[in-house]
């Protein structure tokens, strides 16, 4: 099985940054695409960033600017650097990947989410 944990949410306030880090665990034979998901009280899920496993990157445009999604391959984790944080920007936050897992061929192709965390926007 993969699991995918997230870490680094938290309360900061309107201006301030935060950074989350999501690690993929487990046996792993590729990370292709991951990226970053949240959903607000009342609202359904929207896509934030995703990065490829060559390292392109795509936005929503309501964090082009302010967010930066990057990756270490070596350590399975993606990260979210995210600056200049609105009080709309509140929400649980959800790390999602595509995996290759196993560690022989034929591997499985799957993709995977995490628990979520918190990020909380207020002063």
């Known amino acids: 099985q993969v699991q995918l944990v997230e870490s680094g949410g938290g309360l900061v306030q309107p201006g301030g940054s935060l950074r989350l880090s999501c690690v993929a665990s487990?046996?792993?034979?590729?990370?292709?695409?991951m990226g970053w998901y949240r959903q607000a009280p009342g609202k359904q899920r929207e896509f934030v960033a995703d990065?490829?496993?060559?390292?392109?990157?795509n936005y929503a445009d309501s964090v082009k600017g302010r967010f930066t999604v990057s990756r270490d391959n070596a350590k399975n984790t993606v990260y979210l650097e995210m600056n200049s944080l609105k009080p709309e920007d509140t929400a649980a936050y959800y790390c999602?990947?595509?995996?290759?897992?196993?560690?022989?061929?034929?591997?499985?192709?799957?993709?995977?989410w995490g628990q979520g965390t918190q990020v909380t926007v207020s002063s």
């Open positions: 487990g046996i792993i034979f590729r990370v292709n695409d």
């Open positions: 999602t990947a595509e995996v290759l897992r196993g560690s022989t061929s034929p591997y499985l192709r799957s993709r995977y």
């Open positions: 990065i490829s496993n060559g390292g392109s990157t």
